[in-house]
């Protein structure tokens, strides 16, 4: 009896056309590699065909299938087709949403092999990155997300009928001018998502139930300031100082709606939801990149895509990791698929085939073998900052030609402190990590105080580091954002994180009100 | 693994949020609409722009360092030549151009551009000017007759003769009645050609001739083409009505009409084209510029080009009666005229001009709209009740029953009140 033999020679397929059963045999071998020879681990898989509008579409609204409507996603939209149909920008061959199962879009512009490369890169590079990575088993809901979205998109339309568009807006435009100021950084608890949608369905059903308009004739308490709080005692009450601003005006501003609390709740849990994807650049693309070179490599080792197909492939691989020198007219800042991919190669290469250099500088990781597995738990265990504090070796160093350049306002020149030799490894090592630590980029705004027997005033303060204050005009409207929220006065001070000296002030009065009053 | 194919899926989800875009940003598209249509020929008013509005309003901001100022480290790849202790000119544009600081997103641009369709555009544009649904108003629409194939008839003219049809209904006769083939014929007179050499014998030659004789007989008695097999196209003539139009702009251009004249005028005619344009296929438009003389012109001339003289209004009025005349027969044309001036004219020549446009122009015309134009602080002119030179000739004219309007427009808020009072009346009137 002849055992039947799958025959690798065979091509998977051939022409730049794609069609279904195409596609289904690619991802069948691709899985194969990805799952038996990569070790890899993912989520289920949906592979969602899209024209390039639809595209166009998913870019605007942050990536998401299904975001609710607001003005910015259209005013994104405009660019990004005006940019696209005059040439000056192509669109991304595929777009990966962080869920179960994981859906990635593909464009039906794409050639064959194109679809080939982007089911490898998406569907099974990001989708192991999303479902291994600490910081996303940690943060993220990849079962709720789709879910939580819909019934975001549903409420908000809700109440926009119900309120108007423009009140929904207004309370839009300042949530999302306050999205980064919207995340925990810290794990509190972990809720997730379809909870969500639950308990808000609760509160709402509580409140119709006991709404008793009785209580609306019960005298107000005598006048007369209430004892005042000590400064601590106060603090400790409103859990200051709070650096998620979204959390704490959906809690505690005094004069917001329900349903506009809701509203906040919703663009804080969506900013919660991107804040491992902004700390893992550089690993999640270089894992999607390092997966899809390995894989299309294996394709072409055992035969089953042709040459011209490879070529295609590398084509747009060589320049999707192209890195531009500084003084070149294309350098925008570093590539995070370049660094990632090198750094990815860099830790197999040590893995398996260390240097002497290698040996003193990574003695764990030197020699162990298994280069595959090394990169696996990189994955799972770092996120940027960290990921290159503890792999960039000096030979990436020197392939690279990294060095730092400090920029002091005050002096004429700008500085070359350290280059890629003995001397500078570490420290560019450093200083390149903390380029990717979102703790450091983004400012360190916090709520600090507020005068709840007085005036009200909200106070923000902002902890300079490095002497770089906040961009001034920027600052002022959000600020006013923050105003119309909480419903009173609203300063910011921006202290030296040095030597807490102040260094500016911001101050917006109380809005008309945003709230009910 | 599961494969959807979402291309199927409504398109324009974008919308909403296009149209939510558009509503924010409304005051400085609507402003950049108005300054681009004000560049604008007359007839290119209707296609999509690429407008470009202040960011402002449309800005989102958000906490982010300032790009200026205090101590900033950068890793960068590529060095070449840099030691420890280099130092480096500072480049153009401050600190912030290189490293990561740089703004990928376009945030902190001044400007915001994106392209309007043409319908966005419109919209906007008549939005501005806030028209009503004046498309749904009726303009008179004359009707001329058109000939359009309706089937085959027994009788006609040669000409329409339907070879095809007729050499059908002849061949499915012939196959009916049986008429003998001319190949039968010709074997029938073969084989009696043949048996009358061989010298067979006369009985059976007798046969074949009387069987010949019989199926000639026969085929001259069933024609090849019969009267009954004749079909001709028919023709039917139906009413069409007529789908082009013709503006003309007549405008005084001597020295009195000065350049926020001739912005009102222009802005007239625009609406007009515009009017015309939703309700016929093709609208073809003539500029005619008269001083002392009239000469018809294109665009540009028409509106930038200054001309000295005198004004004879009966010149422009002489020019359009030529000019249709010459192409635009009244027959197939719907003629709009609009005619914008200040209301100068020749005392001589204003007997002329009533009855020129009287007995010549009104006639021909479906609509005949006449824009007195005044300077904006020229306010007190007509409250006095004096009444220019033309608005007087042309107010003799008037009557119910003569497709003549008049207004004044003085500033260019009055531009669409003025448009939409003219058609108003006539819907009245029909």
């Known amino acids: ?517 | 693994m599961n494969i959807i194919d979402r291309r199927l899926n409504p398109q324009g989800k974008s919308l909403a949020n296009r149209q939510r875009f558009l509503r924010r940003a409304k005051e400085q598209v609507v402003k950049a609409v108005r300054d681009a249509s004000g560049k604008r020929g007359i007839q290119d008013i209707e296609n999509g722009e690429k407008v470009t509005i202040a960011a402002g309003g449309v800005r989102e901001p958000s906490f982010h360092r300032a790009s200026q100022g205090g101590v900033r480290d950068y890793v960068v790849p590529g060095n070449k030549e840099y030691v420890e202790g280099d130092t480096i000119q500072r480049p153009d544009g401050g600190g912030g151009g290189r490293g990561s600081e740089g703004s990928a997103d376009g945030e902190g641009e001044d400007e915001f551009r994106f392209v309007l369709s043409r319908d966005e555009f419109l919209d906007i544009f008549l939005e501005d000017l806030e028209l009503p649904d004046l498309v749904k108003q009726k303009v008179k629409q004359s009707e001329s007759h058109t000939l359009t194939r309706a089937g085959y008839s027994v009788s006609g003219s040669p000409a329409n003769l339907n070879l095809v049809r007729t050499m059908r209904n002849s061949l499915s006769r012939r196959i009916a009645l049986k008429r003998p083939k001319r190949d039968e014929i010709r074997e029938l007179e073969e084989m009696l050609r043949e048996a009358e050499e061989a010298g067979e014998d006369a009985a059976q030659i007798q046969a074949l001739r009387e069987q010949l004789e019989h199926i000639v007989l026969r085929s001259r008695r069933i024609p090849f083409i019969d009267p009954i097999d004749v079909r001709y196209n028919r023709f039917e003539s139906v009413p069409k009505p007529i789908a082009q139009a013709v503006m003309f702009c007549l405008m005084d251009v001597s020295g009195s009409m000065t350049e926020h004249m001739k912005d009102l005028a222009k802005r007239f005619f625009m609406l007009l084209y515009l009017f015309l344009r939703r309700r016929y296929r093709s609208v073809d438009i003539v500029f005619i510029r008269h001083t002392h003389e009239a000469k018809e012109v294109d665009e540009e001339t028409f509106f930038y080009s200054t001309e000295t003289g005198g004004t004879v209004v009966s010149t422009a009025l002489e020019e359009m009666q030529k000019v249709v005349q010459e192409r635009y027969p009244d027959s197939e044309w719907n003629i709009y005229a609009a005619q914008a001036s200040d209301g100068d004219n020749m005392s001589s020549d204003n007997a002329k001009s009533a009855t020129l446009l009287r007995d010549v122009i009104l006639p021909m015309c479906q609509y005949f709209a006449y824009i007195e134009v005044a300077a904006e602080h020229n306010m007190g002119l007509s409250a006095l009740g004096r009444e220019t030179e033309l608005w007087r000739t042309y107010k003799q004219v008037q009557s119910p029953e003569r497709p003549l309007a008049m207004r004044r427009v003085r500033s260019r808020r009055e531009i669409f009140p003025v448009f939409r009072e003219l058609f108003a009346r006539e819907k009245a009137g029909a």
Request: hydrophobic letters at 40%; proline letters at 4%; aromatic letters at 10%.
């Open chain 1, 1 to 517: 009896m002849t055992a039947v033999i799958t025959r690798p020679e065979a091509l998977l397929y051939d022409g730049v056309e794609w069609d279904y059963d195409k596609i289904k045999r690619v991802y069948d071998a691709v899985e194969h590699i990805a799952l038996k020879e990569m070790g890899l681990d993912v989520y289920p898989n949906q592979i969602e065909v899209i024209t390039a509008e639809q595209m166009l579409d998913a870019y605007s609204s942050i990536g998401m299938p299904l975001m609710y409507k607001h003005w910015s996603f259209g005013k994104h939209f405009a660019r990004d087709e005006m940019m696209y149909r005059k040439g000056y920008r192509g669109l991304a061959y595929e777009i990966v949403i962080n869920s179960s199962p994981c859906i990635s879009y593909i464009m039906e512009e794409n050639t064959m092999t194109m679809q080939t490369l982007v089911i490898a890169h998406a569907a099974f590079g990001h989708n192991h990155f999303f479902k291994n990575n600490q910081l996303f088993q940690q943060w993220t809901d990849a079962e709720g997300i789709l879910d939580y979205l819909e019934f975001a998109k549903t409420y908000i339309s809700h109440c926009e009928e119900r309120y108007g568009h423009a009140a929904v807006e207004r309370v839009l435009d300042a949530a999302h001018a306050l999205m980064s100021q919207g995340v925990h950084k810290y794990p509190k608890k972990r809720s997730d998502l379809r909870t969500e949608q639950r308990r808000e369905r609760e509160r709402q059903e509580y409140q119709d139930q006991t709404f008793n308009d009785l209580w609306r004739t019960v005298p107000k308490s005598a006048a007369g300031p209430r004892p005042a709080k000590s400064v601590s005692e106060r603090k400790k009450l409103l859990g200051l100082p709070e650096e998620n601003i979204l959390y704490f005006l959906e809690k505690k501003a005094p004069r917001l709606d329900h349903w506009q609390r809701e509203l906040l709740r919703i663009v804080r849990h969506i900013s919660q939801y991107f804040y491992p994807q902004k700390q893992t650049k550089v690993m999640n693309e270089g894992c999607a990149t390092y997966v899809h070179y390995q894989i299309m490599s294996r394709l072409h080792e055992t035969g089953q895509i042709s040459e011209g197909a490879f070529l295609e492939f590398l084509h747009s691989h060589t320049s999707v990791v192209f890195q531009p020198e500084f003084d070149d007219k294309r350098f925008s800042g570093l590539n995070p698929y370049a660094i990632g991919f090198a750094m990815m190669q860099d830790i197999a290469r040590i893995a398996e085939k260390p240097t002497d250099e290698d040996r003193q500088w990574f003695p764990d990781l030197a020699g162990r073998g298994d280069g595959m597995a090394a990169v696996r738990e990189a994955w799972a265990n770092f996120r940027d900052e960290s990921f290159v504090l503890q792999y960039l070796s000096p030979h990436l160093m020197r392939k690279l030609k990294l060095f730092s350049v400090r920029d002091d306002a005050e002096d004429p020149y700008l500085l070359v402190d350290h280059i890629h030799n003995e001397r500078g490894y570490r420290d560019i090592r450093r200083k390149l990590a903390r380029q990717y630590d979102l703790g450091y980029l983004e400012p360190d705004i916090q709520i600090v105080d507020v005068d709840l027997a007085g005036d009200r005033k909200l106070i923000l303060q902002h902890r300079v580091t490095n002497g770089v204050l906040l961009d001034e005009s920027d600052a002022k409207a959000v600020l006013r954002h923050i105003a119309n929220l909480w419903g009173y006065e609203v300063q910011l001070i921006e202290v030296s994180a040095i030597s807490e000296a102040i260094l500016k002030e911001h101050a917006v009065t109380a809005p008309s009100g945003i709230g009910v009053g």
